[in-house]
């Protein structure tokens, strides 16, 4: 936005004003015939749906059957389609597989981009200026703020998306799950250990 | 001085926030806005992205999330002449007066 004096200075009240001009614009495209009220409800009613399920179901997947993992990290975008799974077409994501050597965590220094095709909304934290800032330049601290203290051995990369890239972390197989179902597998993959501030849960 | 959006490495003593908040409802139709404008293609996420960085610096750094997204949205629409800043001021105002 320009400086331009017709815009009213921002406001941090409760109802901001920020807020009500997008609820303007909301009705005045309505009534414009841009756009539906139903389309819009449906946006709305589909974005509240999504939640990292589907990402952990991703995981699980990758977790007991090989074959599916190497095509994962090959190429995440056919491979999720297999699950029937469509990303969005705007940008592609990576995935990036955890190991013992090296560990991965995931931010958008510059925004929020981040696969919310497989795990939903990006947490607020995601999008804050601290974690944007600090994750680039101490990401142990940060990982420590999780409380995730990586062993000094361990590698860690840093991976910053962009509008063309978002990446998701393939976490590492708890110890102890041998025999688990998929389903139950699925339970113990967080969205945080699919940003990589935390490993997937123990059983 | 890197642009404001650029955050990546700035130093700050802040720890992170970890509380969720939950979405106000302008907030889901911000977010769903984009969604809508996209598919009818009248904006892309590229020109969303250009429009929050193109805020004022200050503003952007006093910003919630969805109100740079607010923000953006209005930019673009302007620009584009699907809106005028008149029609968003009026029915802002009218907004204002049932809500009181």
Known sequence: MSGDDHHPPLLHADRSVRATRVLAIRQLLIDKGVVTAAEVDDVVARSRARTPADGAKVVARAWTDDAFRGRLLSDARAAVGELDYRLSHDAELAVVENTAEVHHLVVCTLCSCYPTSLLGPPPDWYKSFAYRQRAVIEPRAVLREFGLELPAAMGLSVVDSTADVRYLVLPRRPSGTEGMSQDDLAGLVTRDSMIGVAEAASP | ?100
């Not at chain 2, 907030?27 to 598919?39: S, T």
């Not at chain 2, 006093?62 to 953006?72: D, I, L, N, P, V």
């Open chain 2, 1 to 100: 001085m890197p642009a404001v959006h650029d955050r990546g490495g700035l130093p700050t003593d802040q720890p992170i926030d970890r509380a969720e908040h939950e979405w106000a409802d302008w907030e889901h139709v911000a977010n769903a806005l984009v969604g809508v404008l996209r598919r009818h293609k009248i904006i892309n996420v590229d020109e969303l992205r250009r429009g929050i960085e193109a805020m004022v610096p200050a503003e952007y750094e006093s910003s919630s999330y969805y109100e740079r997204w607010s923000a953006s949205i209005e930019t673009l629409l302007v620009e584009k002449g699907v809106l005028t800043t008149a029609e968003i001021d009026a029915v802002a105002a009218e907004l204002d007066g049932r809500w009181g």
